[in-house]
């Protein structure tokens, strides 16, 4: 029983649930026109809407991909999209298996008197979008907001982003979405593991202390934590077993086991340092489903192995399954590499 009396709580908790299932987690396909636009370059396409829907067609008609994805998150461009065959690439998704999620954000934007810090912007509008959002078959949102460690943070930068991620996250659950609740703090700077901890430890605690002020069903929302590491510039690497240990001190001591979902974002980590720090972080206990939202650390291969040429198609598709069954695997402590 949850001492709550919202209009969508049972539905909010069953999506989670389903989307935190064992073996499973979400495939982020959310980039940004200007984000997505980088990757296309990167294989010399031009990033037109023709390219966006045939490179996230081929994504969402993989075969058995429901096996080992639960939720892919989607930019507002391809939730209203068909493919090349006329279906709605959300009716793809379902017949897959797989829950559409929706971005909700509208990107990053300077925090005035910051130490050159972002806010996200959003939160205008963002009712009448995410009741718009569910009637077109979206389940569950995302709301990113970026922490940076070399530039502070500073205390209003921590207390923008958990405050916002707060009202975006009950302005979702009133609307019948899951928001997925998302303070990136970046892998940039020089910093060790320690430092990344004691960050990570602050904008956890205002994150909780925002979500309970404004009445957040924590059974109905998942998380999307960055791991703790050592900065990208640092000289000290961490291995997947210190990683581990460092990111559930943290979250056992921020997180309550009532979250059913903790799912991690890749930030930069290489497809394989991604599956082996999630494997760690699932062979030491924890009261949570421990799995991935990934990205880059999903993408890499398959959008090399594509080149925009519809006879890498099939090539392509293989190896997001095996990128996929591979976190899967990691998701239940059984990868092999
Ligand atoms: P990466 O896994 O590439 O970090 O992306 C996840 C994401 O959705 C960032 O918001």
Known sequence: MVCRAGKFDEELMKTARTIASPGRG??????????????????????SEANRQAYREMLVS???LGQYISGAILFE??????????????????????????????????????????????????????AEYHKAGARFAKWRSVVSIPNGPSPIAVRETAYGLARYAAICQNNGLVP??????????????????????????????????NKVLFEGILL?????????ESPARATPQQVAEMTLIGLKRR???AVPGIMFLSGGQSELEATLNLQEMNRQPNPWHVSFSYARALQNTVLKT????PENVPKAQEALLKRAKANSDAQRGQYDP
């Open 306 to 309: 594509w080149q925009g040429k």
């Open 62 to 64: 993989t075969k058995g």
């Open 255 to 257: 997180v309550p086991p």
């Open 77 to 130: 461009e391809t939730l209203y999209q068909s493919g090349s065959n006329g279906k709605r690439m959300t009716d793809m998704l379902v017949e897959n298996g797989i829950v559409p999620g929706i971005k909700v954000d509208k990107g990053l934007a300077p925090l005035a008197n910051s130490n050159n810090e972002q806010w996200a912007m959003g939160l205008d509008g963002l009712d009448k979008r995410c």
């Open 224 to 232: 999307k934590p960055s791991m703790v590491t050592p900065g990208a």
């Open 180 to 213: 997925i609740v998302e303070p990136e703090i970046l892998l940039d700077g020089d910093h060790d593991i320690n430092r990344c901890l004691a960050v990570f430890e602050d904008v956890w605690a205002e994150t909780f202390k925002y979500l309970a002020d």
């Open 26 to 47: 979400i495939l982020a396909m959310d980039e940004s026109n200007a984000t997505v636009g980088k990757r296309l370059d990167s294989i010399g396409l031009e990033n």
